[in-house]
């Protein structure tokens, strides 16, 4: 066993720097680095130890109570209720579990609290007596997922000082950030862990990152969807206790819980039994027991009250009804008259009267300052492209992926066409050129966001959502980080096939050639952005070249009978954003250009004006392509960013998938 002297000088110095009155906490946090494991003992201080925290992020503490909530599923078929006018209350300084059968409606119920599913959501929920604002409810509680998505190739250390720099603003200064950080992974017991990346730590510490990451604003209300998931015993236990002492502090945690064991059950506060879409039982849960005794189901001494439970309402469906109705489905709770930390320390709780105080002074403040985030939209941009720009320098297999990428097939396409640039002889096998580096970065920059965006997309939904930044300041960021790869390494590749090939060395239309190439890459880019917001990686590698393959052959339309390119053909091709990037590109080599070199005895296309006119490029000017490539640009980027905001919605992102497998299976 060892105690962390050096951080505690540290946090001291920095409290007294900023006139901030140093813990008094003689018992520090006593981790076993060897183990990872903590003591009942160690975690009952570490209950203490967060008082920078509750000084210097004040928030009020939240009663939450619902009423008559119902939620049906509507399909094109039949409507499904899942909630039937469920009703129930979570308290300030209580630690709740949610517990219920498989597909009764645990999830759906945790949503609504949550504020993440609203649409179709009959009843009432008030917050503090007063009817919830989802404006100040989602400042002051966060949602923590199932799935730990981390964000990767960041240590933890690092992933704390961006969640405070996002989360605090200028609410505190530096040194007071630094001080709340260390003081949270003290507490969690990941100091040990601090230089240690998020894709390092084991499935308990991935967890409680997740814990600490929310805890930096101190949000006195958070909901954990299946925290225990994937965890040990020993894991799961202290998990448990953390949260228990967390909520002791003044904070209302609503977890659901798949199976508790015995003695995890007996560290949560209230209980709430959901089965068939009613409340079965609210309460405390040593009353449980008690509770099924009244109705004829006697718990052995011998039996987990949990599985006694959950065996009762899923085996005998008029147990569930009786028990529903006794409870009036979730109306009347079964209270403990108090509740003692072990050791006789009571936890922090509040009066109704303080609550309604305190809760009306902070929506007072909110109102007031009319802030949707703690940073502005600057600030947000800046933080996120430094985070990007860090973990792409970091992903070094990646970039030597990208690298051996570019550089092979740019001599690849080098030796293919190989000085065939100022041949009058081969200007076909020339255009054809102009065409391989269009594919090239197409079908390059597309598929990047295809295969790799779905991922970022569920990590974005749980920062988006617990209110990190704003989805403006996240996408111009996303836009802005992937420039300075894609411009380096397509400048290589360009440099490379461009000498290879023969064309006529002038620096302006090399830069006008180059130009042309990027805007290609950054235009599919956002294309791949649209197909990777709305569909999973495995979807999206199907639907990505689908609706570029019709893309690329209007952009090849034309070749040899360019004059006579029909109407409504000209129309479609307008459409394509290829063909604006491949008139581009052959405008850049070939317009105003002097006869080319002909060693044959006659060359039909010597003149590069014959040859545009024949593919159909003799009226065009380059200018123009640019502008139908910047007008793209726009189109795409914008189109994601729409598809990305109503997808990080659960309701659009459930309806939209479950209109699109309707239509292949139709199909």
């Keep these: 066993m060892s105690t962390i002297p050096l951080v505690r000088k540290a946090i001291v110095g920095a409290t007294l720097a900023h006139n901030v009155k140093p813990s008094s906490d003689p018992n520090p946090l006593v981790v076993n680095p060897a183990e990872d494991q903590w ?117 933890v250390s690092e992933s704390m000082s961006i969640a405070a720099d996002l989360k605090l603003g200028t609410e505190l200064g530096k040194a007071e950030k630094q001080l709340i950080v260390e003081e949270i992974l003290q507490t969690l017991g990941l100091w040990e862990h601090r230089n240690t990346r998020s894709e390092c730590l084991s499935g308990g510490q991935s967890k409680r990152l997740s814990v600490a990451l929310e805890l930096v604003n101190n949000p006195p209300i958070i909901f954990l969807d299946e925290p225990t998931t994937g965890l040990d015993v020993v894991s799961i236990r202290q998990l448990v206790v953390l949260l228990r002492l967390l909520s002791r ?68 469906p008029e147990a569930s009804a009786e028990m529903s ?3 009036q489905n979730g109306k009347i709770c079964r209270k403990l008259d108090r509740m003692t930390l072990r050791g006789g320390r009571k936890p922090v709780l509040h009066s109704d009267e303080s609550i309604q105080r305190i809760f009306v002074e902070h929506v007072a403040k909110e109102q007031m300052q009319k802030v949707e985030f703690p940073t502005t939209f600057l600030t947000q941009f800046l933080i996120l492209t430094k985070r990007m720009f860090l973990q792409s320098r970091r992903n070094s297999m990646s970039l030597w992926i990208q690298l ?20 009058a002889a081969t200007p076909i096998v020339n255009f054809k050129f102009c065409i391989s580096v269009q594919v090239f970065f197409m079908y390059t920059y597309i598929m990047i966001p295809v295969l790799l965006f779905p991922l970022e997309v569920r990590m974005l939904r749980r920062e988006y959502f617990n209110r990190w930044y704003g989805l403006k300041a996240y996408y111009a960021a996303l836009t802005f980080s992937t ?31 180059v130009i042309c190439a990027i805007l290609i890459g950054i235009c599919s880019e956002g294309l791949g952005l649209v197909v990777g917001s709305t569909f999973n990686a495995t979807n999206g590698s199907i639907v990505g070249p689908a609706i570029v393959s019709p893309l690329l052959a209007l952009c090849c339309y034309g070749m040899g009978f360019g004059p006579y390119i029909e109407a ?14 491949l008139s581009g590109l052959s405008i850049a080599l070939y317009q105003k250009r002097s006869l080319m070199e002909c060693k044959e005895v006659f060359c039909l296309y010597a003149d590069p004006k014959v040859l545009l006119r024949d593919i159909g490029m003799a009226n ?48």
């Design 325 to 327: 109705e006794l409870c």
């Design 39 to 155: 003591t009942p003992a160690a975690l009952e201080r570490a209950g203490s130890t967060l008082k920078a925290l509750n000084r210097m992020a004040k928030r009020p503490p939240v009663h939450i109570l619902f009423e008559d909530i119902g939620f049906t599923v509507h399909s094109h078929k039949e409507e499904r209720p899942i909630l039937h006018n469920v009703s129930g209350e979570f308290r300030s300084g209580e630690l709740t579990c949610v517990l219920g059968p498989s597909g009764a409606g645990k999830s759906t119920l945790l949503n609504i609290l949550a504020g993440y599913t609203t649409k179709g959501v009959n009843g009432r929920i008030t917050v503090n007596g007063h009817a919830r604002d989802m404006r100040v409810f989602k400042k002051l509680s966060s949602y923590i997922m199932q799935d730990d998505l981390l964000q990767p190739r960041l240590t």
């Design 483 to 513: 420039l300075p790869i894609m411009i380096l390494f397509g400048l290589l590749f360009l440099g490379i096939v461009y000498l290879m090939s023969g064309q006529i060395l002038e620096w302006d239309r090399f830069i006008l050639f």
């Design 249 to 316: 502090q003044g904070r209302t945690i609503i977890c659901t819980i798949h199976q508790p064991s015995a003695s995890l059950f007996s560290l949560f506060d209230r209980v709430y039994v959901v089965s068939r879409g009613m409340c079965c039982y609210q309460g405390a849960a040593p009353l449980l027991v008690p509770f099924l005794a009244e109705i004829g189901h006697i718990c052995p001494s011998t039996h987990n009250p949990a599985d006694f439970v959950l065996e009762t309402v899923a085996s005998d």
């Design 404 to 423: 051996a990428h570019h550089l092979i097939s740019a001599i690849l396409l080098g030796s293919i066409f190989l000085m065939v640039g100022d041949d």
């Design 620 to 667: 065009e000017t380059y200018y123009m392509q640019i502008v139908g490539l910047l007008v793209f640009i726009i189109i795409h980027r914008s189109l994601a960013y729409f598809v990305l905001r109503y997808r990080l919605t659960s309701e659009f992102s459930n309806k939209f998938l479950s209109y699109i497998s309707k239509f292949l299976k139709h199909r």
């Design 568 to 581: 409504r053909m000209k129309i479609l091709m307008s459409f394509s954003y290829l063909r604006y990037g």
